[in-house]
C-alpha cells in the first residue's frame, strides 16, 4: 500500500470570454486542493504515467524552445534586435491600514515590461579590442552590415592572447582551435530595460499594441542617440526578434501575429532588409530577467508603501495611491545618479535612464 496525493479541482468564479476582453474575470478560475488516496503501488504506478505523459511533452518543447533560443543568441548579427516582452505583470496598491470599506476596493495597476538586446556594432568591427577569458566570439565573422559568412562558427575565449597575438578559443561542440585576434568579431552585448505603468486592468490586444508602437518610437530614438553605430544603415530598426510568453488570457495571439505584419509598413523595409519575427514560449518558467525586473518594481513600490505606513511619517515620500503617483515615484528611484550611489557597494553603477 501506498499513499498519493492527487489535485481536486473546483470552479471558484466565472465569467464570458469575449473576442478582445480578457480581464481578471474573463475565464473560470480553479483552486487546487491536494486529496490524499489509499492506494497499490500498480495504482499509483498507472496514475504517474497518465500524469507524466503531458509533463514529458512540456519538457521537449521547453527544450526545443531553450534550443532555439541559445542558436539565436550565438547566430545574431549586430542591426538584429531581441524584444523579451513580458506585458502581464499586475500588482496592487495597499495601503496595509484600511477602514472595513476599504478593503472591497483596490487600485491595480499593469506593468508592461520588455528587454531590448542587440551586438554592439563598435565591438565587433574592432580587431584590437581586449577579449577577456570567457568573452564569446564570432571566428572567422564578417564586418558588421556585410553578406554572412556561411563558414563563421561562434566560440568562447579560453585564454588570453599569445606574444603573437593568437587565442584559445573553444567551440559549440567543446573541441578547441587557435586563432588570431583580427579572425574574431567580439559578441558584446548591450541590453535596456523599456517599462512603462498604466491603469488599464485588461491585457488585450489593443493594449499591447499601443506599448508597442509607443515603445519601439522611444527606443529607437534612444538607441540612436546613444548607440548611433548599432541601429543599421537604414538609420531604423528594420531586423526585430520578439518573445513571449503567449499568455491567452492577456492577448489575443490572432491579433498579435496580424499586428506583425504591419511592422513592414511601419519601418519601410522590403524582402531581406526587413525581418519580424515572432516566437511564444515557456524557456524562461517565468525566471527571465523580464519577470525579474517586474518583480522587482513591485517589490519596490510595495515596500515604499510599507515604510511609510508603518511609520505613520511622510519623512519617507508620500503614498503611493494610483498608477500616476507610482510612475512619477519609478522615475525618481531609477534616477542615474541615486542609482549609482544607491549600489556603489555592489559594484553596479552602469545603471542609465534615457
Not at 524552445?65 to 496592487?92: H, Q, T, V, Y
Request: proline share 3%.
Amino acid at each position: 500500500m501506498c499513499l498519493k496525493q492527487r489535485p481536486a479541482f473546483g470552479v471558484m468564479r466565472g465569467g464570458g470570454a469575449g473576442n478582445d476582453a480578457y480581464g481578471s474575470g474573463s475565464r473560470p478560475s480553479r483552486q487546487v486542493v491536494l486529496e490524499t488516496v489509499k492506494c497499490t503501488v500498480v495504482d499509483y504506478l498507472d496514475a504517474f504515467e497518465d500524469a507524466i505523459t503531458n509533463h514529458i511533452a512540456h519538457k521537449v518543447l521547453r527544450s526545443a524552445c531553450i534550443r532555439s533560443d541559445r542558436d539565436l543568441k550565438r547566430n545574431r548579427r549586430p542591426g538584429d534586435f531581441e524584444r523579451n516582452i513580458d506585458f502581464a505583470e499586475n500588482g496592487n496598491l495597499n495601503k496595509y491600514r484600511q477602514i472595513q470599506s476599504e478593503y472591497w476596493t483596490s487600485t491595480t495597476y499593469s506593468l508592461p515590461v520588455s528587454v531590448w538586446s542587440w551586438l554592439s556594432t563598435e565591438e565587433w568591427n574592432s580587431e584590437t579590442s581586449e577579449l577577456p577569458v570567457g568573452s564569446e566570439v564570432t571566428v572567422n565573422g564578417e564586418k558588421a552590415h556585410q553578406t554572412i559568412n556561411q563558414d563563421a562558427f561562434w566560440a568562447r575565449v579560453e585564454s588570453l592572447p599569445d606574444a603573437d597575438g593568437y587565442i584559445l578559443v573553444v567551440r559549440q561542440d567543446q573541441t578547441t582551435s587557435t586563432h588570431h585576434r583580427r579572425e574574431l568579431r567580439h559578441r558584446k552585448r548591450i541590453s535596456l530595460v523599456y517599462g512603462g505603468v498604466s491603469e488599464d486592468k485588461c491585457h488585450y490586444r489593443h493594449h499591447q499594441q499601443e506599448f508597442t508602437l509607443l515603445e519601439e518610437k522611444v527606443m529607437e530614438k534612444v538607441i540612436k542617440e546613444n548607440f548611433p553605430g548599432d541601429v543599421g544603415p537604414e538609420g531604423k530598426i528594420t531586423k526585430e526578434y520578439q518573445h513571449s510568453d503567449n499568455a491567452t488570457q492577456h492577448f489575443k495571439s490572432t491579433g498579435a501575429i496580424e499586428f506583425l505584419t504591419d511592422q513592414f509598413v511601419r519601418r519601410g523595409g522590403r524582402g531581406s532588409s526587413c525581418c519580424f519575427t515572432k516566437a511564444v514560449g515557456c524557456r524562461g518558467h517565468g525566471k527571465g530577467e523580464w519577470d525579474g525586473i517586474g518583480g522587482a518594481i513591485k517589490g519596490v513600490v510595495t515596500a515604499h508603501n510599507r515604510r511609510i505606513m508603518v511609520r505613520l511619517s511622510s519623512d519617507v515620500g508620500a503614498l503611493i495611491q494610483s498608477p500616476l503617483d507610482e510612475y512619477k515615484y519609478l522615475r525618481h528611484h531609477y534616477d542615474p545618479d541615486r542609482w549609482r550611489r544607491a549600489n556603489k557597494k555592489t559594484g553596479v553603477s552602469q545603471g542609465r535612464r534615457y
